[in-house]
């Protein structure tokens, strides 16, 4: 039972560039979120899902796009890498039910972009 | 506005030396209060959930309690792994599955 990983680990990109961060649960968690954490700021909500094919924006959603058609799976992309989006990254699960509110998160991803 | 404050934003301990931890919230039909631990260069680490004013849970060296205004973190004789950041979330009716989180407090626990 691994819970959630994400991959990269570390990631450099430049202004304009494209890329997805990746997200897996085996859980079998419905609920499953992205956040970004900066210094000062907390973690932040980007985009949130309920279940396969249903997705929402949360707090700051502006310049990620995201797609859930697994229960397993939710990529996070970043269309056009801009240095405000160096942060990083986390990704979370959560059954979603009353009893089980709880979030699990994964390692992170750390991202720079120059 | 919904909202979740951690105080102090930091705290520095002598082994041994108890203390608490503040997370004041201002939602509305509160589900849930999470409580969580976060390493450097690690994702946050769930430690308890608190439903309902009066709920208590227990790990270890921590405790933690909750009132219908905020909850506590209650860390008795803390040694030096116990340092991380220590954060505060919220579930608020209305809002399937989604936190809102404190911005943390920083506890140091010298030897």
């Known amino acids: 039972n691994a819970g959630v990983t994400q991959t990269p680990k570390f990631q450099v990109l430049k202004t304009g560039q494209s890329m997805t961060l990746q997200c897996a649960q085996d859980?079998?968690?419905?609920?499953m979120s992205w956040y970004r954490q900066d210094p000062g700021m907390g973690l932040r909500l980007i985009h949130y899902?309920?279940?396969?094919?249903?997705?929402d924006q949360g707090e700051v959603p502006n310049g990620y796009n995201v797609s859930r058609s697994t229960t397993e799976d939710f990529p996070l992309r970043l269309l056009s890498a801009a240095p405000s989006q160096t942060s990083v990254y986390f990704c979370?699960?959560?059954?979603?039910?009353?009893?089980?509110?709880?979030?699990?998160f994964g390692p992170g991803t750390r991202l720079t972009v120059t | 506005e919904d909202q979740v404050t951690q105080s102090p934003e930091a705290l520095r301990l002598q082994e041994g030396e108890s203390s608490s931890l503040n997370c004041s919230y201002t939602?509305?039909?509160?589900?849930?209060l999470f409580w969580y631990r976060q390493d450097p260069g690690k994702g946050p680490e769930f430690l308890f959930t608190?439903?309902?004013a009066g709920e208590e849970k227990e790990k270890e060296r921590l405790k933690a309690t909750l009132t219908k205004k905020e909850s506590f973190l209650h860390i008795t004789a803390p040694k030096p792994e116990d340092s991380a950041t220590y954060l505060c979330?919220?579930?608020?009716?209305?809002?399937?599955?989604?936190?809102?989180f404190g911005q943390g407090t920083t506890l140091q626990v010298k030897p």
């Open positions: 979330a919220v579930k608020f009716s209305g809002n399937t599955g989604k936190l809102i």
């Open positions: 859980m079998n968690h419905e609920y």
């Open positions: 979370a699960s959560s059954s979603g039910t009353p009893s089980s509110y709880e979030q699990y």
């Open positions: 608190l439903y309902s």
């Open positions: 899902s309920v279940g396969a094919g249903i997705t």
């Open positions: 939602v509305s039909g509160l589900r849930g």
